[in-house]
């Protein structure tokens, strides 16, 4: 396997996994075609994260965009993936926009790439050991340097690049032993959509640590891709600026489940409010 850093494996059997601790009250959720979309915050999130990677009950966490409420409506396996996670946070513009028009005004944006280092930054100060699995290999050493250089007290036990092809069975086997040896906490998985969330849901219950998969998080906060700017993200048209930078390989994600999800979403406006309209059967 490529750029892996970790401890070698034990290849013993884990443990089972200790109860999570009490949980607070969740935030407010709507369902966007099917798919579960909570009104968190990233304080909300990160502690979720670092309660449950404390007390080692493992746990999942996805950042969502159109991009996955779309698969999740074409795919319904997934979709139950997705809604069986501990979070589903509004990565993206329009879902915060389509919180709020289905009755959550306090909706906010909880983007992966700003919830990656706000994560990192609370482990560093409770001691709490992260990992990386996903990315380039340059991509990835680039991460975890600024990572550390910016939060020296951040313990990083493991970062490994798979290759860009669906592991063996041993492969994967080795991996997890990987994960489970170095002690890693919380681990952060960027694979992409769809393939980190069918990646995390998989493997939930065979590791101890919380899982958040944070899409293209590892690039921007490596440097190695450009975000768009602030008033383009504010404006929902992030997905436009990155077309305009990666088309050949991001104009089917975007030209084709954007549309689609305007109209799908304006379909489930439609019929909300008429199952409000007084006097009509529900």
């Known amino acids: 396997m490529e750029g892996t850093h970790a401890a070698p494996p034990t290849g013993s059997v884990p443990d ?5 601790p009490p949980a607070a009250p969740p935030p407010s959720s709507r369902r966007l075609l099917g798919m579960r979309v909570d009104a968190t915050s990233y304080a909300e999130t990160s502690e979720l994260v670092l309660r449950l990677a404390e007390a080692g009950a493992g746990g999942m966490v996805c950042v969502a965009t159109v991009h996955m409420v779309m698969e999740a409506f074409d795919d319904p396996r997934y979709q139950r993936a997705v809604n069986a996670a501990n979070r589903v946070t509004p990565d993206g513009v329009p879902l915060v926009w389509a919180l709020r028009a289905l009755g959550i005004p306090e909706a906010e944006r ?5 919830l990656l ?6 482990a560093a100060e409770r001691g709490i050991a992260v990992g990386f699995y996903g990315g380039r290999p340059e991509v990835l050493d680039a991460l975890v340097e600024r990572l550390i250089t910016r939060h020296p007290r951040l313990r990083v036990g493991f970062a490994a690049s798979p290759p860009f092809r669906a592991l063996e ?3 994967e086997r080795e991996t997890l032993e990987a994960i489970r040896a170095s002690g890693t906490q919380i681990l952060f998985v960027g694979l992409g959509c769809p393939k980190q969330e069918r990646w995390m849901a998989a493997h939930r219950e065979a590791l101890p640590c919380v899982m958040l998969g944070v899409g293209a998080a590892f690039d921007f906060n490596a440097g190695a891709k450009r975000q768009a700017p602030a008033w ?3 404006a929902g048209l992030e997905w436009l600026f990155r077309l305009a930078c990666e088309p050949r390989r991001l104009w089917h994600r975007y030209l084709w489940h954007n549309p689609r999800f ?6 489930q406006l439609w019929r909300d409010a008429r199952s409000r309209t007084p006097g009509r059967s529900q």
């Open 262 to 267: 305007v109209a799908r979403f304006a379909g």
């Open 117 to 122: 280092p706000e994560v990192c930054a609370r």
């Open 110 to 114: 909880v983007y992966g790439p700003t």
């Open 169 to 171: 069975p041993h492969e």
């Open 232 to 234: 383009i993200q504010a």
């Open 16 to 20: 089972p996994k200790p109860a999570p």
